[in-house]
């Protein structure tokens, strides 16, 4: 099915550990974007690409990096893992930016103890 | 980027009929507005988007006055399964240029559907 598949589902990290969050989507969207969202919280943009080898900071970039080297995947990577970034990751991605709407994945709950 | 306002929660009985309302007084000119469904442990579920007066989709209909400092997403005859949090979102979708559209979600609008 057409869509934006993120995996691990879920994940719990030590402290200082790193891992990379996955995302891909098969609909050939050229904008593709991270948030995470924590509880009574709406979402917050960490890192978001328009295209292939092109990205740029959102709101919350500091712990993470991101790369685009397909359209496809849109990966998220966290350097090294802290308790402040417990929360639910979710990828997007929209044709034409946002004109006809987002496609988002069904997340990624991350746990740091 | 506009920032909006909405309700924290909105209570309705089933079989009625909600309209939420949403205020973005500095929208710009090529500002759109989108709404946005979410249901606990999902991601957000594109619902409808619109620029002026009225748009109408098999969920829902977005009512934009002239001045479009406000809309209103109205949900007909809702159902248990429409309790979610609903986001209303203002910006310029094709602005040219890296980093020229961003979502900016706010904390929503919790719907609870009482039967």
């Known amino acids: 099915n057409a869509g934006v598949t993120q995996t691990p589902k879920f994940q719990v990290l030590k402290t200082g550990q790193s891992m990379t969050l996955q995302c891909a989507q098969d609909m050939n969207h050229e904008y593709m974007s991270w948030y995470r969202q924590d509880p009574g919280m709406g979402l917050r943009l960490i890192h978001y690409?328009?295209?292939?080898?092109?990205?740029d900071q959102g709101e919350v970039p500091n712990g993470y990096n991101v790369s685009r080297s397909t359209t496809e995947d849109f990966p998220l990577r966290l350097l090294s893992a802290a308790p402040s970034q417990t929360s639910v990751y979710f990828c997007?991605?929209?044709?034409?930016?946002?004109?006809?709407?987002?496609?988002f994945g069904s997340g990624t709950r991350l746990t740091v103890v | 980027l506009a920032k909006t306002t909405q309700p924290i929660s909105m209570d309705s009985y089933e079989g009625q009929e909600v309209n939420i309302t949403c205020s973005h007084n500095?929208?710009?000119?090529?500002?759109?507005i989108t709404w946005y469904q979410q249901f606990p442990s999902q991601g957000p579920r594109f619902i409808i988007q619109g620029y002026k007066t009225k748009v109408t989709n098999e969920v829902a209909s977005l009512f934009i006055p002239a001045d479009r400092k406000s809309s209103t997403l109205s949900l007909p005859r809702v159902s248990l399964s429409d309790t979610a949090v609903y986001y209303c979102?203002?910006?310029?979708?094709?602005?040219?240029?890296?980093?020229?559209?961003?979502?900016?979600f706010g904390k929503g609008t919790k719907l609870s559907v009482i039967p």
């Open positions: 500095n929208i710009a000119t090529n500002d759109y």
């Open positions: 997007a991605s929209s044709y034409r930016q946002g004109r006809y709407g987002y496609t």
């Open positions: 690409s328009v295209g292939a080898g092109i990205t």
């Open positions: 979102l203002v910006g310029d979708p094709v602005k040219p240029g890296a980093g020229s559209y961003q979502l900016t």
